[in-house]
């Protein structure tokens, strides 16, 4: 089982074998050389387990935390009463990024951004459509609309033929006799 594969997920069952065999041998880098996996990685789930037990060895996707929960650990590791990875023990965050990911977003912008949601954000709301019929003269702007934007499609694609076929003419030399 030395093979090294990367961004695999290990089951429970792996995590905390491992953990007990920490426990009763006591050498991280050891163990995770023998299991082909980074001892930071290991060292992570001992604290874990530790911290919140065998639940701290859990997936745990979609987590949601409340606003106030995040002031209250941005607060934590501001005041140093917490160090980072100390907060992520103790509030269960899963990952030290998914926290500066906050605190970047704090310090930018206050309390405010901690509200945004997960995932990228939508640039813009999509106008609400006219149920109301065009009338001929709309239907007539919007076809022209079109047509010239067609029409200066078409123009740029022939103007990138052209160079594309005087491209290797122009690399030609003639021979010196």
Not at 59 to 77: H, N
Request: charged fraction near 40%.
């Amino acid at each position: 089982m030395n093979e090294k594969r990367r961004n695999r997920k290990h089951s429970v069952a792996f995590k905390t074998r491992l953990v007990k065999k920490y426990h009763s041998e006591g050498s991280l880098k050891r163990l995770a050389r023998e299991h082909g996996i980074a001892h930071s990685l290991l060292e992570k789930w001992v604290k874990q387990y530790e911290c919140l037990g065998a639940e701290g060895l859990l997936e745990q996707y979609g987590r949601d935390y409340a606003v106030e929960i995040k002031q209250e650990i941005i607060q934590a590791y501001i005041k140093g009463d917490l160090s980072l990875r100390g907060c992520c023990l103790k509030y269960a965050i899963r990952s030290e990024s998914t926290l500066l990911g906050w605190l970047r977003r704090y310090e930018q912008s206050g309390v405010e951004s901690l509200k945004q949601g997960r995932g990228r954000p939508r640039s813009m709301k999509q106008p609400k459509k006219e149920s109301r019929p065009l009338t001929r003269l709309e239907e007539l702007e919007k076809e022209n609309l079109y047509l010239r934007a067609e029409n200066e499609l078409l123009k740029k694609l022939d103007a990138l033929i052209r160079e594309r076929e005087a491209a290797p003419q122009k690399k030609r030399r003639p021979s010196r006799d």
